[in-house]
């Protein structure tokens, strides 16, 4: 008992300190220590015998481990997002999308300006920092309330694009490694899925716009804005092609290398942008330097979160809340859906959740005879749902570091977005595959 409220109150603590703004790096380790003290778990490596769990050693195992496994793609993502973002070539490809659907749908322009990016396999980190300067233009242009834009790149970036088929974001590729199949598993159902997480949440978003406008929200300038620059642009194709060699490469090597294939990919992205876009280069290599910039606080943040799911797998109550997820009657797909969606709200991030449920999981349910690709599609989708509570990296990044706006003031937004959505979304899955649909 005392093990899970240790449990569940340091996960509470853990959004709570968020909320109020600290530090994730900070946090992680202090609620760890909270979940470690409840439950009686040793606190230092030389208090156990060899390989008995620890809190520094789980924590720093977790958090390594996360960073062993996915600097490369974090880094490459970062980089290439930013040297599209130097060379123009995001910009471009955003004017051309506000060019062809107008300035009256200016919140639709940024959540597909967002789309694109992230499906052509961009760090969700770095879409957030490319897509913001256009994103304040076109709502001080349209009079919107600025505490939407959060939820406009976050809806954007990590709901109907960055679980789908095909998306070469690393919360698409993470289930590769566990359940054999590639990622463009279950891809009927991840398109079925996709639209409806599409159309229902821009509807929701357009609502809730619309209500702040008309109770008398406005836009409101700041000293810091970013003030968008009249340079030349390369060609929008220019800036849609390393998009697509980014899926192409990642394609052709997934079965042979799986989720390596990603490196290999976003460096062929990085160097297509260079070949093609290189006269519009600002500084190509002060690029390089704020992409590693951006990576490492993106890895720090989630890799944070990740070490506190570590120490929480450690502690009796975890194993219990496994069993009690995994024993649910009915479909396997809920039980795997309920499982990475809880753990990935306890670690505060999809791709982290994946990362700790998966290896518990998998085998349990293949040995069930689940059809891999329908958990595949299912876990993925799942996994970002619950990860968007408060204390999520990503949330963190684009609400405080990115938006310079409070918690309070645009977290329910992008809650109802990024968490209500997707849950929706994998209800919709689950009951497509128990039709037999994609399998």
């Given amino acids: 008992m005392l093990s899970m409220i240790g449990l569940i109150g340091g996960l509470a603590l853990l959004i709570f300190l968020t909320m109020r703004g600290m530090n994730l ?18 606190l230092f490596p030389q208090l156990v015998g060899e390989g008995e769990a620890n809190l520094v050693g789980n924590y720093m195992t977790g958090f390594s481990g996360f960073i062993a496994s996915w600097y490369l793609m974090f880094l490459l993502g970062a980089i290439f997002g930013k ?19 107008g300035m009256k749908r200016a919140v639709l322009a940024i959540v597909i300006a967002c789309a694109v990016l992230t499906y052509g396999g961009v760090s969700l980190f770095v879409v957030a920092f490319s897509v913001y300067p256009m994103a304040v233009s076109l709502f ?34 993470i289930p590769i490694e566990y359940l054999g199949t590639s990622p463009y598993a279950g891809w009927e159902v991840s398109l079925i899925v996709a639209v409806f997480m599409m159309v229902f949440g821009y509807w929701w978003l357009r609502r809730m716009i619309s209500k702040a406008v008309a109770r ?29 060699v980014v899926l192409v490469i990642s394609f052709i090597f997934h079965d042979s290398l799986q989720q390596s294939a990603l490196i290999i990919a976003l460096l062929g992205g990085v160097i297509a ?73 306890m670690t505060g991030s999809a791709s982290g959740g994946q990362a700790i449920a998966l290896p518990l999981l998998a085998p349990h349910y293949m040995d069930m ?31 405080r570091a990115i938006c310079g ?35």
């Fill in 273 to 345: 942008t260079y070949l093609l876009n290189r006269k519009y280069f600002k500084s190509f290599w002060n690029a390089v330097s704020e992409g590693t910039l951006g990576a490492l606080l993106a890895l720090g943040n989630t890799a944070a979160v990740v070490g506190f799911g570590g120490v929480a797998k450690a502690v009796p109550a975890f194993e219990v809340a496994v069993n009690a997820m995994t024993s649910i009657p009915g479909s396997p797909l809920i039980g795997g859906a309920i499982a990475v969606s809880v753990i990935a709200g």
């Fill in 369 to 399: 005879g689940v059809n891999p690709e329908a958990l595949h599609r299912v876990v993925s989708i799942s996994s970002g749902a619950l990860d968007s509570l408060p204390h999520n990296g990503y949330v963190v990044t684009t609400v």
């Fill in 216 to 244: 008398g929200e406005k836009f409101v300038a700041r000293d810091n804005d970013p003030v968008n620059e009249h340079k030349a642009l390369p060609n929008p194709l220019f800036g849609v092609i390393p998009l697509f």
């Fill in 83 to 101: 040297v599209m973002e130097d060379s123009g070539a995001a910009d471009s490809v955003s004017k051309w999308i506000v060019s062809k659907i």
């Fill in 140 to 173: 001080r242009e349209a009079d919107l309330p600025r505490r939407f834009i959060p939820a406009a790149l976050a809806f954007g970036s990590v709901t109907f694009t960055m679980t789908s088929a095909g998306s070469p974001e690393i919360q698409n590729w």
């Fill in 405 to 439: 706006e409070s918690h309070q003031d645009a977290y329910n937004p992008v809650g109802a977005l990024t968490v209500i959505v997707p849950l929706l979304g994998v209800v919709l899955a689950i009951i497509l595959f128990s039709f037999g649909l994609g399998i």
């Fill in 25 to 42: 790096l900070v946090a992680g380790p202090l609620c760890a220590l909270f979940v470690a003290v409840f439950s009686g778990l040793p």
